[in-house]
């Protein structure tokens, strides 16, 4: 399937058959998440893969009804500690020619530090970097036939704990993955004259 046919055909998907989900499909879809960019080449983003019904069934009383009924669930998080790793990803970002022969200019980190001041700061900057893994992973699953559905609609303590995640994790959404049993028309957008604001 061609890019362009995945981000059209795409959609939430809430109704899944029963069918088992090949375990390989599973791999290409962390892949794809795997190879997503990030800043600073960070990396945040972390996945938990529930096959098992028992498991399954617990999320019940955490989140929605569907999400429990799809034969895989994969709990995207992010690492609140990925931050510290930043000069070490950063040597090797550099070390593998990134920003060779690139027109750089100066750059003083003094003149960014006000960035992360706000305590949640840096927080919202990883989840939006596993974000882009989540999109990632979800038009992977679209070209290999399989239905998804964002959830961000869950309770975060439960699910942790269900899970047993430490601390240093953060679930950023619940991705329900199986074989769609349903086939919904695209779904209302914003006309582009809205969206694009100017061209300057
Ligand atoms: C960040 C994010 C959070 C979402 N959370 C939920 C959710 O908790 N429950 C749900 O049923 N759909 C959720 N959705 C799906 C949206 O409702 C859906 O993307 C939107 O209505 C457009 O439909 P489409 O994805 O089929 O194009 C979420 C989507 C995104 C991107």
């Known amino acids: 399937m061609e890019l362009k046919e995945a981000i059209f055909s795409r959609r939430s998907i809430r109704k899944f058959k029963p069918d088992p989900v090949p375990g390989e499909h599973i791999y290409e879809m962390l892949e794809a998440a795997r190879l997503a960019p990030s800043g600073s080449n960070l990396q945040p983003f972390r996945f938990v893969v529930i096959r098992s019904e028992k498991a399954r069934e617990q999320l019940a009383s955490a989140t929605l009804k569907f999400v429990t009924e799809a034969p895989v669930v994969i709990a995207c998080c992010t690492d609140l500690t990925a931050m510290d790793g930043r000069k070490e990803r950063m040597k ?11 027109t750089m200019g100066k750059v003083n980190p003094a003149d960014y ?5 706000d305590s949640n700061a840096i927080p919202a900057y990883l989840n939006l970097n596993t974000a882009i893994a989540i999109e990632h992973l ?13 959830v961000m609609l869950f309770k975060q ?9 430490g601390e240093q994790y953060a679930v950023v959404a619940l991705i329900p993955v199986g074989y769609p049993d349903q086939d919904p028309g695209p779904r209302p957008r914003l006309p582009m004259e809205q969206i694009l604001l100017k061209e300057i």
């Open 113 to 117: 530090a006000d960035r992360w001041k």
């Open 92 to 102: 090797e970002l550099a070390e593998s020619g990134a920003f060779t022969g690139a």
């Open 157 to 165: 303590k439960e699910i942790k704990d269900l899970l047993d995640l």
């Open 138 to 150: 979800i038009l992977r699953a679209t070209d290999l036939g399989l239905g998804t559905c964002w």
